[in-house]
């Protein structure tokens, strides 16, 4: 508070004072002893009323000790009460936690993890995933710009997520408690399976199995591929402690149509320890024909391998690339891509009158315009001989099928001639365009649905940097692939429209996120935000039922069921208002990745440490943990200083203080006749 500040509450003082003397003692004939109470009143008014007029400034000094954080992060997944470790870790999380000395020195902060990471000191040891990867992310988030110290107590073997080891700041020290018995016993695993979730009928189709060894001798032990009861591979493996690891390739028939469960087996004459992890269920949906698609171009372009590999992506689509005039066997397919139609292609086009192929068009800087108008009437194209690149926009309104927005306006642009295009009302658009931030009103990619027969439309050339793209942002094709596996999909179907369209695997291995989505359409096949969508679940072998509401997300409806048994399931989704109905089954797999482990990963448990400079700590040695981190002179407490600065005018309690003096005085005049 300044001088002229105190100098004007002083004045503040001597002015009520001065007041508060004149209205009830300067002219007052008798000196009744309520006038010194109105006067008190009275002046503690008036000064109050300066004191909101100066309005001071209050400053609030205050010290406050800040901690260094100390995660203690617990392992809350299966693996632990399979490896009967629950006992120990809760006794060394208490004993950390608990620890006075400990709770002196550091802000300790407690958390659990198994698939999700989560503030909490109470474990269940439930969890169906290990994600060790989660504490490193999520404790770094919440203590932003700290070094600080954690105590991982975990077993080590992660089921999900990045590798841990190097997803933990090197700045941060971490102590991994190991908890498990790590006593190597003898163990056969089926570690890692490798197999395409489809496979064609009366083909072959090639699985990929990972074995390891534990164990101090050599043996010898049998591995077999069956379907039921019929073993359809078979062969002897050995396994010594110099070679505790084998890959074996195999090429399973697929001679039943649907979806068939098959079980890789090993085992050996020795006792194991564990022998959950010598089987391992794995499922394969036989499918007795693929899509055969016929790529037509008369041009050699990037864009035709870029297709062809994405398309292909997928083990159920078959691309054959033709010229114009080589398509005469049309029974063979079941869509035609016309890449960059010239009057070559018219041959074509006048079969197809009778053929009734669904047909994907791409257009681009060699298309002959004029022939493509006379060819169909979805649109009119008036293009000059200048190129134009255009950027994709994305159509939140599509909805003829289920499509995520997969960064489309950051691709690079397409190039393709500069022109007006005009579209029929039947034209269901997927990409708008814009030309330099400056929208043309014009489609990229859009569908069309004329008596039964469907047509896409790509108007521009070299989607190849699209795919290219797609792999730089996310490392991976996939997304690229899967959006022009559901343009071929809608091609390659000739069904009418459905109102209820619904999207499941037909199995999951036990522990998967099990989620199901629906989008439900109006009698317009318009996308009905406002539609109450119910799935009601039915396991087979006992009957037991269970019923979820599906939730609104952006394009669709989603729900998800884990926590189911294993087994097969029965389901059916409705639409509760309109009555409309989608019955499916699918099928839960025994296999609990976190009952594959008889030891603990002590190998990536110490390059952690290493790695951040820490401890690998067994649960004998928690003490010398406890007294490290307690005299380690890199954590220290730090004094912070704290100042408020407050308007005296924000003091709530002043004005309480004017508004009952000047109440009070008021009643006491009035009750004393004084008005």
């Known amino acids: 508070m300044t001088t002229n500040t105190v100098l004007l509450i002083f004045l503040s003082l001597l002015i009520a004072g001065a007041f508060s003397y004149y209205n009830y003692y300067y002219n007052a004939k008798i000196k009744l002893k309520i006038y010194l109470i109105l006067a008190f009143l009275r002046f503690i008014t008036v000064f109050c009323i300066l004191l909101l007029l100066i309005n001071p400034i209050i400053t609030n000094k205050t010290l406050e000790i800040v901690k260094t954080p100390l995660v203690i992060a617990v392992d809350n997944s299966s693996s632990i009460s399979n490896l009967k470790a629950t006992k120990v870790t809760k006794e060394l999380f208490k004993k950390l936690a608990s620890n006075a000395d400990l709770n002196d020195k550091f802000d300790i902060q407690t958390y659990r993890f198994d698939s999700d990471f989560e503030s909490s000191a109470n474990f269940d040891f439930k969890g169906l995933q290990t994600n060790i990867d989660a504490v490193a992310k999520n404790s770094k988030s919440i203590n932003k710009n700290v070094t600080f110290p954690t105590v991982l107590i975990t077993d080590g073997n992660q089921t999900s997520g990045n590798d841990f080891v190097f997803s933990f700041d090197s700045n941060n020290k971490v102590f991994p408690l190991v908890v498990g018995d790590t006593t190597t016993y003898l163990d056969l695993r089926v570690s890692q399976l490798n197999v395409n979730k489809y496979a064609f009928h009366k083909n072959k189709f090639p699985v990929e199995i990972f074995l390891n060894y534990s164990g101090t001798k050599s043996i010898t032990s049998n ?301 317009n096949y318009e996308f009905d935000e406002t539609a109450n969508l119910n799935i009601t679940v039915v396991n087979r072998k006992t009957k037991a039922k269970k019923s979820y509401d599906l939730l609104k997300s952006n394009t669709d409806f989603k729900v998800n069921l884990d926590g189911l048994e294993v087994g097969k399931y029965d389901f059916i989704v409705k639409e509760i208002n309109s009555k409309s109905a989608y019955n499916g089954y699918f099928e839960i797999l025994d296999f609990d990745i976190e009952k594959q482990f008889v030891n603990p990963n002590l190998t990536k448990l110490s390059q952690l440490a290493n790695q951040t400079n820490g401890q690998l700590i067994y649960p004998d040695k928690i003490d010398l943990l406890i007294k490290s981190l307690i005299e380690n002179e890199e954590y220290k407490s730090v004094q912070k200083s704290n100042i408020k600065k407050i308007p005296l005018i924000d003091w709530v309690w002043l004005l309480i203080i004017l508004v009952l003096c000047l109440a009070s005085e008021w009643f006491l005049r009035k009750y004393h006749g004084m008005l």
């Open 223 to 523: 591995f077999s591929l069956s379907l039921g009861n019929t073993v359809l591979y078979s062969q002897v493996v050995s396994f010594s402690p110099s070679n505790k690891s084998v890959i074996i390739s195999a090429l399973i028939p697929a001679n039943k149509i649907g979806l068939q469960v098959y079980k890789a087996s090993i085992n050996s004459k020795e006792k194991e320890k564990n022998t959950y992890n010598n089987n391992y269920n794995f499922a394969v949906e036989v499918i007795d024909q693929r899509t055969e698609i016929a790529l037509i171009t008369s041009l050699n372009h990037p864009d035709l391998g870029a297709l062809k590999r994405a398309i292909e992506s997928n083990v159920q689509r078959k691309v054959t690339l033709l010229k114009p005039k080589e398509l005469n066997d049309f029974n063979k397919y079941n869509i035609v891509i016309l890449y960059q139609p010239t009057i070559e292609f018219k041959t074509f086009f006048e079969k197809n009158t009778v053929w009734g192929l669904n047909t994907f068009i791409i257009t681009g800087t060699k298309t002959d315009f004029n022939f493509l108008n006379q060819q169909q009437k979805d649109m009119v194209f008036k293009m000059s001989s200048q190129s134009e690149n255009y950027i994709a926009e994305y159509n939140d309104d599509f909805n003829l099928f289920a499509l995520d927005d997969i960064g489309f306006d950051q691709f690079p642009p397409l190039e393709n001639p500069y022109g007006i295009v005009s579209s029929s009302a039947n034209l269901n658009v997927l990409l708008g365009s814009t030309i330099r931030n400056i929208n043309t009103n014009s489609p990229l990619f859009a569908f069309s649905e004329n008596q039964g027969k469907r047509t896409a439309y790509l108007l521009g050339e070299n989607s190849w940097k699209w795919r290219l793209q797609s792999h730089v942002d996310t490392k991976s094709y996939e997304k690229y692939d899967t959006f022009i596996d559901k343009t071929i999909q809608y091609l390659a179907t000739n069904t009418t429209k459905k109102s209820l369209i619904v999207n499941h695997d037909g199995f999951y291995n036990l522990g998967d996120a099990i989620e199901i989505s629906a989008q439900y359409f109006n009698k």
